[in-house]
């Protein structure tokens, strides 16, 4: 059974710094592309950045492009997204996921198999 695990949500301010985890089970982090999305209330679900099983390569939205950082921990099993310079549209409820595609570009949210719960972030300004 695969589960994927977010934590490390809450609250800062404008500005600041957060660190997401995905924990991983029932699949290695190193054979699935792993991508993170955001979701507020009424509107849809958004690519924030994404590692590809080959190589590592990564993904970003435009909009969090050079503040953002998705890495990934094979021994640990987990994909990590490293949150600088907070903006208040940056929050959402985050989630982690995992698809068997190879994305050569950012990958819809039909493409991935396995998701997350989410974690609530919240930027104050």
Known sequence: QVQLVESGGGLVQ????LRLACA???LSVNSYTMGWFRQVPGKEREFVAHINWIGGITYYADSVKGRFTISRDNP???VYLQMNSLKPEDTAVYYCAASALYGSKPLGTGSYRYWGQGTQVTVSS
């Open 14 to 17: 404008a500005g600041g710094s």
């Open 76 to 78: 640990k099993n987990t």
């Open 24 to 26: 991983a089970s029932g």
